[in-house]
């Protein structure tokens, strides 16, 4: 059997203001639950479940659209929308993550059992584990200029001080990422491509797209790289790629259900 884990880092849409271009926070909200209806809207028309990991804000903002996907879906911590956990001092860190991790339990009235930093930046695994933790997905074993350089790090599940890791998927030996970015850039084929490249060798395959990405962006300043295939072309997309995966027989799971068969499969 092979596994396909989805997930969606529900968060604001701040990223023009990386580019020193004004946005409101009402519009980075408005942007992100638009594209939040459009990834539901997709995950139900193919009956799968997936992994949202939520901000703090989002959660504040929206507790009744959290709870809801709760009801059929994994809620995760997102953190602080913002924070850059791998540079903040260990107490603050944790603060901030705890604070985010009782916030979720207390709206969907459930263990929150996974975590991905904003930005991939993840702070020490014994942190996560000490707050309550049972896995971190923050990190991408790939190089990305200007963000990390994980070309060491394992491509699969690994265990570290407690904490279990589960890497965003990229190709064997040349570790090509396949997640949101490079699935909008550079398309279908090439996506597929990756994904037969992971199953040769892995049992799963772990992605991620952020809701704003289906929410057309055309019109900011932005990079081409970050609007480009919005909206509906990667609605489009993916819907054709989840129904490539489902016609292979790919079993959607969500990341904690994978979690609990990992002494089964790995």
Request: hydrophobic residues 40%; glycine residues 4%.
């Amino acid at each position: 059997m092979k596994y396909f884990c989805l997930s969606f880092d529900l968060e604001e849409f701040d990223l023009p203001r990386e580019y020193e271009i004004d946005i409101s926070d009402d519009d980075m909200f408005k942007i992100s639950l638009e594209g939040t209806k459009r990834v539901l809207d997709l995950v139900k028309k193919h009956s799968i479940k997936a992994t949202f990991f939520v901000t703090t804000g989002f959660c504040k903002k929206y507790p009744a659209l959290i709870k809801s996907l709760s009801k059929v879906h994994e809620v995760a911590c997102h953190g602080e929308h913002g924070k850059d956990y791998s540079k903040m001092e260990k107490n603050e860190a944790a603060k901030s993550i705890k604070q985010n991790k009782l916030l979720l339990e207390k709206v969907i009235k459930k263990k929150v059992t996974g975590f991905r930093a904003p930005r991939m930046s993840s702070p020490d695994y014994e942190l996560l584990k000490k707050v309550g933790f049972e896995y971190d997905a923050s990190l991408h074993p790939t190089y990305v200029p200007g963000r990390y350089n994980n070309l060491l790090k394992p491509r699969k599940i690994f265990n570290e001080n407690g904490m279990i890791i589960i890497p965003t998927s990229v190709t064997p030996v040349v570790r090509a990422p396949i997640t949101w970015l490079w699935f909008r850039n550079f398309g279908l084929a090439y996506a597929k491509t990756c994904t037969r490249l992971c199953l040769l060798t892995d049992p799963y395959v772990n992605i991620y797209f952020h809701p704003w990405e289906f929410v057309s962006l055309s019109e900011w300043d932005i990079p081409l790289m970050f609007k480009r295939n919005t909206g509906k072309a990667v609605y489009n997309k993916l819907d054709k790629y989840i129904s490539w995966l489902i016609h292979k027989k790919v079993r959607f799971v969500t990341l904690n259900d994978l979690l609990k068969k990992f002494t089964k499969v790995f």
